[in-house]
C-alpha cells in the first residue's frame, strides 16, 4: 500500500490510540462488523486501508489529540472539578465525548451517523473493553472517538464500492 508521509499531527495521533490500548487492527474489525453483511468478498484488508485514510484527515486527528488528552488527564487526576468527576465517572448526560466524535462522523455524510449509533449501543469487540469500567481507564472520550472513526471507514468504504471518486 503506498501511504504517503505521516505528519507529526498524524503519527502523535495514532501513538495516543495506540499508548491506549487501541490498534488499527481493532477499529478495522469494527468496520468489517458494520460491512461484512452488504460485501461478499470485503477483507479485513480493505477495512484496515479505510481505517488509515480515516486516520489521515485532519479533523480526525485534532479529534483523537483532544478527546484522549482529556481522558488521560482525567485518568491522573488532573483536571479540576467539577469536569473531573464527570468524565471519571462518564457520566450519561455528558454529551462532549459524543460531540468530539461527530466531528470525525460530520466527515464522511450521514450514513456514518447510523453505523456510529449502531455500533455505539451494540458495542462490539474493542469498544466492549473500552467500556469495561472495572479496569480503572478512563476511556470516556475514546470510545466514542474509535467507534466515529469506524463509522467513517464504513461509510468510506461503501462510497468506494458504489464508485465515488475519493479525495481523501
Ligand atoms: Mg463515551
Same mark, same amino acid.
Given at each position: 500500500?503506498?501511504?504517503?508521509?505521516?505528519?507529526?499531527?498524524?503519527?502523535?495521533?495514532?501513538?495516543?490510540?495506540?499508548?491506549?490500548?487501541?490498534?488499527?487492527?481493532?477499529?478495522?474489525?469494527?468496520?468489517?462488523?458494520?460491512?461484512?453483511?452488504?460485501?461478499?468478498?470485503?477483507?479485513?484488508?480493505?477495512?484496515?486501508?479505510?481505517?488509515?485514510?480515516?486516520?489521515?484527515?485532519?479533523?480526525?486527528?485534532?479529534?483523537?489529540?483532544?478527546?484522549?488528552?482529556?481522558?488521560?488527564?482525567?485518568?491522573?487526576?488532573?483536571?479540576?472539578?467539577?469536569?473531573?468527576?464527570?468524565?471519571?465517572?462518564?457520566?450519561?448526560?455528558?454529551? @462532549?465525548?459524543?460531540?468530539?466524535?461527530?466531528?470525525?462522523?460530520?466527515?464522511?455524510?450521514?450514513?456514518? @451517523?447510523?453505523?456510529?449509533?449502531?455500533?455505539?449501543?451494540?458495542?462490539?469487540?474493542?469498544?466492549?473493553?473500552?467500556?469495561?469500567?472495572?479496569?480503572?481507564?478512563?476511556?470516556?472520550?475514546?470510545?466514542?472517538?474509535?467507534?466515529?472513526?469506524?463509522?467513517?471507514?464504513?461509510?468510506?468504504?461503501?462510497?468506494?464500492?458504489?464508485?465515488?471518486?475519493?479525495?481523501?
Amino acid at each position: 500500500m503506498v501511504r504517503e508521509k505521516q505528519t507529526e499531527l498524524e503519527q502523535r495521533a495514532r501513538e495516543l490510540l495506540y499508548e491506549r490500548g487501541v490498534e488499527i487492527q481493532d477499529i478495522a474489525e469494527l468496520v468489517y462488523y458494520l460491512q461484512a453483511k452488504y460485501f461478499n468478498d470485503l477483507t479485513l484488508d480493505m477495512c484496515i486501508y479505510n481505517v488509515n485514510r480515516v486516520l489521515s484527515k485532519r479533523e480526525v486527528q485534532h479529534a483523537v489529540l483532544t478527546g484522549v488528552e482529556l481522558d488521560i488527564l482525567a485518568e491522573k487526576d488532573q483536571l479540576s472539578e467539577p469536569l473531573l468527576n464527570i468524565i471519571k465517572r462518564d457520566e450519561g448526560l455528558y454529551g @462532549i465525548d459524543e460531540v468530539v466524535a461527530y466531528s470525525i462522523v460530520n466527515v464522511y455524510g450521514s450514513i456514518v @451517523i447510523t453505523s456510529y449509533g449502531y455500533i455505539d449501543k451494540q458495542k462490539p469487540g474493542i469498544l466492549k473493553e473500552l467500556n469495561d469500567l472495572s479496569t480503572g481507564k478512563v476511556n470516556t472520550f475514546i470510545d466514542d472517538i474509535v467507534g466515529a472513526i469506524a463509522a467513517a471507514a464504513a461509510s468510506r468504504l461503501a462510497h468506494s464500492y458504489a464508485g465515488d471518486i475519493l479525495d481523501q
